[in-house]
């Protein structure tokens, strides 16, 4: 499958799932409408699985597991807007493999990213005063 031209990959991040490169770019809020949610739904396990307890993986149940593949995979639709959830599905992915690309999902949504020094923080006010809006309100 290739990604959709119409979508800059120039630069997206790559994960390797069931042996091939997939490209992830900064995800579009269509993807971030779902990604956002299931990860704030997985930060608990998330943490616990960054540091590395073994007793994390005693806590990834169906649930979190239909969550982390709902999150790779609408992350994938940015780049591949025809890959269906059920040809997701079919993919031989390994656990560790699709845990992995949670971190990369994560950085692409630039919701976890963090000011570099002299920049703005998302959402910063940049000291401009806003152009008044023209009303034709009479």
């Not at 269509?30 to 299931?38: E, L, N, T």
């Not at 994390?56 to 940015?78: C, N, P, Q, Y």
Request: hydrophobic letters at 45%; glycine letters at 8%; a negative charge.
């Amino acid at each position: 499958m290739t990604p959709d031209p119409k979508i800059n990959c120039d630069g997206a991040a790559i994960v390797v799932l069931a042996g091939r490169e997939w490209f992830i770019p900064v995800l579009a809020m269509r993807q971030s409408r779902i990604v956002v949610p299931g990860l704030m739904r997985l930060m608990p396990l998330l943490a616990e699985l960054q540091s590395g307890r073994s007793s994390a993986m005693a806590k990834l149940g169906e649930e979190e597991f239909d969550v982390i593949l709902d999150i790779v995979h609408a992350a994938l639709t940015r780049a591949y807007p025809h890959l269906t959830r059920d040809a997701f599905l079919d993919f031989a992915i390994s656990t560790p493999e699709l845990i992995g690309a949670l971190g990369i999902v994560t950085r692409q949504t630039g919701f976890f990213k963090t000011a570099e020094p002299g920049e703005k923080n998302v959402g910063e006010a940049r000291g401009e005063t806003p152009a008044p809006l023209n009303s034709s309100i009479g």
